[in-house]
């Protein structure tokens, strides 16, 4: 099993520009999650989905959308860049109530 | 509200010391799950462990122990004899059942000096 992937692992974004954050899990988990973390800090969830389309806000959305078509992915869609966005962001899996297992992460740097 | 404090920000010890990161909670819940995880230098995040709010046994996982005491809402981690491997931040997070946030402290940066 190649567990929570995401592409790309790293991204320069200009303000304003778009972009997609891809990820996917191959366990067969219900449970997605999108984090963000900032430096020095601990991950704050931005959107997370119980299982194909259903998605539901976390305590960060703004600026972000989400969408789950497959059990399998959950992209994270960013529309206009700020530098607030600036961050490394985590994509999550996991059965109901188990734990979460994270991806490798994203370093994302708008300027 | 829900609520997870690691107190030390950096801890950095020498090779071969024990070393306990500490994890203060709050949550009104009575059902809850606590949970450690790693950082390592590389970035990715690597669960360690899961311990449900029921279950006050302490957990023992070869250099890795846990001590769970709901009386004051600490849920701490002891590495034995430290190496260098360890070296990373370590996260203590939350979750109450039937919630699917984690709520993360602000982690600890453990350095482990030869």
């Known amino acids: 099993n190649a567990g929570v992937t995401q592409t790309p692992k790293f991204r320069i974004l200009k303000i304003g520009q778009s972009m997609t954050l891809q990820c996917a899990q191959d366990?067969?988990?219900?449970?997605m999650y999108w984090y963000r973390q900032d430096p020095g800090m601990g991950l704050k969830l931005i959107y997370y989905?119980?299982?194909?389309?259903?998605?539901d806000k976390g305590e960060v959305p703004n600026g972000y959308n989400v969408s789950r078509s497959t059990t399998e992915d959950f992209p994270l869609r960013l529309e206009l860049a700020a530098p607030s966005q600036t961050s490394v962001y985590f994509c999550?899996?996991?059965?109901?109530?188990?734990?979460?297992?994270f991806g490798p992460g994203t370093r994302l740097t708008v300027l | 509200a829900q609520k997870v404090t690691q107190a030390q920000t950096e801890i950095s010890v020498v090779e071969k010391e024990d070393v306990t990161l500490d994890c203060v909670y709050e949550?009104?819940?009575?059902?809850?799950?606590l949970f450690w995880y790693k950082q390592p230098p590389s970035g990715e995040l690597v669960f360690l462990i899961r311990?449900?709010?029921?279950?006050?046994q302490n957990e023992i996982s070869g250099r890795y122990s846990w001590n769970f005491q709901k009386s004051t809402s600490s849920f701490n981690f002891t590495i034995t004899a430290s190496q260098v491997v360890d070296s990373a931040v370590y996260f203590c997070?939350?979750?109450?059942?039937?919630?699917?946030?984690?709520?993360f402290g602000q982690g600890t940066r453990l350095t482990i000096n030869p």
């Open positions: 999550a899996s996991s059965a109901p109530g188990q734990e979460q297992f």
């Open positions: 366990m067969n988990h219900n449970y």
């Open positions: 989905s119980v299982g194909a389309g259903i998605t």
């Open positions: 949550t009104r819940d009575t059902t809850y799950y």
């Open positions: 311990r449900n709010s029921f279950d006050e």
């Open positions: 997070a939350l979750r109450s059942q039937g919630a699917q946030k984690l709520v």
